[in-house]
């Protein structure tokens, strides 16, 4: 169905059968429950740290002896949140805390060099959403910091710091 055969067919209720539908949809939808409550209660300091711990979870995800987040459900996730509205400040720290926090999990641990390109493609999605809402000057030394503080290994460079860096870099010009 489409956006304008459900508008055409709302039209014809009046406010309490409206009503009526919306309180059907929350009870009947999980995404439309919190989105609902969110709305009557837009705590937006408590959704960012319910979304970061839970960006926080997939981030240190442990498999196999071995650290695997699952790049893509981070970025789920960060799409869920920024479908309440919560603010494009509130985005983009969202965004940032899961770069950072993956800079840390790379910094004492080798990541496969499939999820270091998805991070890096993530952090280029990260640094285009600060640069485009003039929010880049204050992540900027922080990601820069982050990526310094990473870890060479024995015999060979942290291909994530080398990654990372390249990308800050092309954004700094």
Do not use: W
């Amino acid at each position: 169905m489409s956006k304008t055969t459900v508008k055409k067919s709302l039209e014809g209720f009046d406010a309490g059968e409206l009503r009526q539908l919306i309180l059907d949809i929350y009870t009947k939808s999980k995404e439309a429950k919190e989105i609902l409550d969110f709305y009557a209660v837009p705590d937006i300091a408590k959704k960012l740290d319910e979304y970061k711990k839970t960006i926080l979870k997939e981030v240190q995800r442990y498999v196999r002896r071995a650290h695997r987040p699952r790049i893509p459900r981070i970025r789920a996730t960060i799409k869920k949140f920024s479908i309440l509205d919560p603010g494009d400040e509130a985005v983009g720290e969202l965004m940032a805390f899961s770069i950072l926090e993956l800079c840390k999990v790379a910094t004492h641990d080798t990541l496969n060099d499939s999820t270091n390109n998805a991070i890096d493609k993530l952090f280029t999605e990260t640094l285009t959403h600060l640069q485009s809402r003039l929010l880049l000057h204050e992540y900027e030394p922080i990601f820069a910091k982050s990526i310094r503080e990473m870890n060479d290994f024995r015999y060979y460079a942290n291909p994530l710091k080398q990654l990372l860096g390249d990308t800050l870099a092309s954004f700094q010009k």
